[in-house]
């Protein structure tokens, strides 16, 4: 699971922190870069894939450019930028940190990429956590032309960034006789397998970000099976189609309960149907009932915008595997006010069961109240510096006056009036 993301010269920031939590809200007006952070995910996915750094930033045939691909990657007029990902162990005392540090300019370049285990000691605060260098450059991932990604470990080894308490054990059990073949193979026994899983465990996490930003027109075609659904929804058909029964009939009926609340006629049934002579297409329908007892069939072609954006997101929360973190930008989008208690609470129930963490983007007060109070401590405002224009990230209870704050008014109505951004420029100006 991912616990924070770092940002240093990435597009409009200069340095900032974003906590990621099982449920993360970030707010902010237009332009504040909260699509800038999202970006930087999306970048990183990429990266953990195996994209090269060039194709990761402009897009290809399949995936689009990051907006601006390489001449807006690194805040201006900076020529490099780093991203660092923290991302938990297996044990709840240590977590590793991935940086990646990219030249833009002459060329696109990696120009610095290492892991650092972070071990906390005693009790969580920062001078006790003992960081260790883990890979030394360009060792997380293999960077040929192929899109191999995850190179198992190289043989030779780097004893510098060794945990120290691994180098005195195996230094114990050698008795203290420096033989260095023995040492040598010593070292391969313990040490490269603990690599090479703390490699795939950051990799596979990395690689389980999902962005998702359904487009309603893309979800009415036919789609292929598939398992893995497209940041559109587009295939989303084919993602329930091809699940195995016992799942398909599970995740249908799971939908099928959520949705029925959703649009204003009302929707019994959700599921997909393979298609065609071959079956390798699939459809998505829904039965509705408008008059007791008379159900009509309805294909994707025809259900509405918003419908159509709530089931992609439910099936990205019932479809990603378990630990994958779902960042979903303007969730709102094409959301009715009344519809936001019921969004909210699938969020929560699915999330939390299925051990999917969520960012969300939203502009929408009646989903922010719909949060309610207990989002505050996850609540984070990216907001443009007055002097410098730099954009910044604040935890919202990190907000001075926050308790006046939402003393006058709930989050939603704060967010309406702007209050929270004002408090944070005029925070800056005292
Ligand atoms: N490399 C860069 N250097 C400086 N500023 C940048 C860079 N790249 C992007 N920006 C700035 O970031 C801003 C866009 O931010 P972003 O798209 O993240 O906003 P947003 O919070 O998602 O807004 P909205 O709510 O409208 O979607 C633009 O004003 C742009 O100038
Ligand atoms: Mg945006």
Redesign the pocket.
């Known amino acids: 699971m991912l616990k924070q993301l770092i940002l240093e010269n ?3 920031f200069r340095y900032a922190e974003l906590p990621l939590d099982p449920l993360t809200v ?1 707010i ?12 930087a995910l999306e970048f990183l996915q990429r990266v953990a894939r195996g994209e090269k750094i060039e194709t990761a930033l402009v897009g290809d045939k399949i995936f689009p450019s990051i ?2 691909g390489v ?8 020529t490099e930028f780093i991203l660092k990902i923290l991302v938990a162990g297996e044990d709840e005392k240590t977590d590793y940190l991935y940086a990646i540090k990219i030249q833009t300019l002459p060329e696109v370049k990696v120009s610095e990429e290492y892991i650092q285990s972070q071990r906390v000691k005693g009790d969580f605060s920062t001078s006790d956590i003992e960081k260790f260098q883990l890979f030394s450059p360009h060792t997380l991932l293999d960077r040929s032309d192929n899109k191999s990604n995850l190179k198992r470990a190289e043989s030779i080894i780097d004893i510098s960034g060794m945990p120290p308490k691994l180098l005195e054990e195996i230094s114990s059990k050698l008795n203290n006789n420096i033989n260095i073949n023995e040492l040598v193979t010593e070292l391969n026994r313990n040490y490269l397998p603990l690599k090479n899983r703390i490699k795939d465990r950051i990799a596979l996490s990395i690689n389980r970000i999902l962005l998702i930003n359904p487009i309603p027109s893309k979800m009415r075609e036919y789609s292929s099976l598939s398992d893995t659904l497209e940041s559109d929804g587009s295939n989303i058909a084919g993602v329930l189609a091809a699940l195995d029964s016992e799942q398909k009939s599970e995740v249908e009926s799971t939908l099928s309960a959520y949705i029925k609340d959703f649009p204003e006629g009302d929707i019994k049934r959700v599921f997909a149907e393979p298609v065609g002579r071959l079956k390798t297409d699939a459809m998505l329908y829904c039965e509705e009932e408008w008059k007791p007892g008379e159900m009509t069939l309805i294909d994707a072609k025809t259900m509405s915008d918003g419908t159509l954006r709530f089931i992609a997101i439910i099936t990205a929360l019932l479809t990603r595997p378990e630990g994958s973190q779902l960042v979903i ?2 969730i709102d989008n094409g959301l009715h006010p009344s519809r936001a208690e019921l969004l909210v609470r699938i969020l929560r129930e699915i999330g939390s069961k299925r051990k999917i963490d969520i960012l969300l ?1 939203t ?1 929408n007060p009646a989903l922010l109240d719909a949060l309610g109070p207990e989002i505050v401590p996850f609540v984070v405002v ?1 907001h ?1 510096d007055r002097e410098t ?3 910044k990230l604040t935890l919202l209870e990190d907000i001075e006056n926050l308790p006046l704050l939402l003393a006058s008014g709930s989050l939603g109505r704060l967010a309406t009036k702007g209050a929270i951004e004002k408090s944070l420029s005029d925070n800056k100006q005292s």
Not at 71 to 78: D, G, Q, S, T, Y
């Open positions: 990435w597009k409009s970030l902010g007006t237009n332009a504040s870069g909260k699509s800038n952070v999202v970006e907006r601006g001449e807006w990657a690194a805040l201006k007029p900076e930008e303007e983007t502009h990216a443009r224009g730099e954009s």
